[in-house]
């Protein structure tokens, strides 16, 4: 079963706007990471945080991470055509030694 | 750095027949995962190795298998072949268990 959910599982924007897109999870993690795939470049690491971070930053990508509520977002600022593709959650759990699971992804269109 | 390469990169298949499907990680790294990647079940994890030792093991059958060899590139084979095991096989590699860093991708086909 998938550790982590996606929401929305698709999103459609014009290119110049904002796409924030969520994550939730189950149990208590370590670290969360954000990957994006799209048909040119295949899968790409974006972005870690740890479990004790709140934010955190890289160019246009802005990740949150609210460990209370068991979520994280993901927010792209002014969105370009390349910016399509979709977009995954993946957390490694805390505990003992559990491998790192994917979320279900949240496909984003960026409309020229 | 040359990224992670997996070979084939298409493959088709019967039923009932089987299938090995290669990685090599970057210089370097010595933790390979395996991924399936399909529409409905989305990325399932396979397996971790960290030299030659398997770390993990997702909820396959044990149709699925895989190894590691000393110079950290990776096998899986799959027996017995199912209409359900066509998919996105994707290999991962890293030096950290963090970030990973993905291969293209085999995509199996089994007919």
């Known amino acids: 079963s998938q550790q982590g959910e996606e929401d929305p599982q698709a999103l459609s924007i014009q290119e110049g706007e904002n796409a924030t897109m969520n994550c939730s999870y189950k149990t208590s993690i370590n670290n969360l990471q954000w990957y994006r795939q799209n048909s040119g470049r295949g899968l790409v690491h974006l972005i870690l945080?740890?479990?004790?971070?709140r934010e955190k930053h890289s160019g246009r990508l802005r990740v949150t991470l609210d460990t209370s509520k068991k979520s994280s977002s993901l927010l792209i600022t002014a969105s370009r055509a390349a910016d399509t593709a979709s977009y995954f959650c993946a957390t490694d759990p805390s505990g003992g030694y559990q491998k790192v699971t994917f979320g279900t992804g949240t496909k984003l269109q960026v409309i020229p | 750095k040359a990224g992670v390469t997996q070979t084939p990169r298409y493959l088709i298949k019967t039923r009932g027949q089987q299938v090995t499907l290669s990685c090599s990680p970057i210089s370097g790294h010595r933790s390979v995962s395996w991924y399936q990647q399909t529409p409905g079940q989305g990325l399932q994890f396979l397996f971790e190795?960290?030299?030659?030792?398997?770390?993990n093991k997702g909820n396959f059958p044990g149709r699925f298998s895989g190894r590691q060899f000393s110079n950290s590139r990776s096998e899986m084979n799959v027996s017995t072949l199912e209409l359900g095991d066509s998919a996105l096989y994707l290999c991962?590699?890293?030096?950290?268990?963090?970030?990973?860093?993905f291969g293209p991708g085999t995509r199996l086909t089994v007919t």
């Open positions: 190795y960290f030299s030659e030792t398997q770390r």
């Open positions: 991962a590699s890293s030096v950290d268990f963090l970030e990973q860093y």
């Open positions: 945080i740890r479990s004790n971070e």
